[in-house]
C-alpha cells in the first residue's frame, strides 16, 4: 500500500472516531442510567473555584470534549494534506507525521484503560499505520 492511502486510511478512521465522539458528547449529560443520571447531576451541581474560574465537573467534562473535536479536526487536515506531498518531500511529510502518528498509539492505549474498545481500535490502528508510513522508504 502507498503512504498516501495509508495516510488517507488513518484521516479515515480518526473520522469516524470524531462521528462517535460526537454523539457521545451529545448524549453524555442524558444518560438513560439511573445511576449514571445520578453521577451527572452531581456533576453539573457543584461549581469550585480553579485558577480563577467557577466551574463544574461537567463543564470540565464538556471543554475536553470540545478540545478533543479540535484535535481530531486538526488531525485529520494535516493527515489528509500531507498525504497529498508525501511522495514529493517524503522527509518533510515524515516529520509532519511522526507525532500524530505516536500521538495516536498513546490515544489507542489510553482509550483501552480509560474508555471503550472501539475507540481505542480506531486510534491505535491509526497510529499503527502512521508508523508505517514513517519506516517505509
Known amino acids: ?3 498516501k492511502l495509508l495516510l488517507r486510511i488513518a484521516a ?21 442510567d439511573p445511576g449514571m443520571a445520578k453521577v451527572v447531576r452531581v456533576m453539573k451541581g457543584y461549581q ?4 480563577g474560574a467557577s466551574k463544574s465537573m461537567a463543564d470540565y467534562h464538556t471543554g475536553y ?10 488531525s485529520i487536515v494535516i493527515l489528509w494534506l500531507t498525504s497529498g506531498f508525501i511522495n514529493e518531500n517524503r522527509l518533510i511529510a515524515k516529520k ?13 492505549i489510553a482509550e483501552y484503560m480509560y474508555f471503550f474498545p472501539f475507540a481505542a481500535a480506531t486510534s491505535f490502528i491509526a497510529g ?10
Request: net charge neutral.
Open 48 to 51: 469550585a473555584d480553579f485558577m
Open 1 to 3: 500500500m502507498s503512504s
Open 65 to 74: 470534549s470540545i478540545m478533543i473535536f479540535g484535535l481530531f479536526g486538526m
Open 96 to 108: 509532519v507525521v511522526c507525532p500524530v502518528g505516536f500521538a495516536y498509539i498513546f490515544f489507542g
Open 12 to 32: 479515515v478512521l480518526i473520522t469516524i472516531h470524531l462521528l462517535g465522539h460526537t454523539i457521545g458528547h451529545l448524549n453524555w449529560d442524558n444518560p438513560t
Open 128 to 137: 499503527l499505520l502512521i508508523m508505517i508510513v514513517l519506516v517505509k522508504k
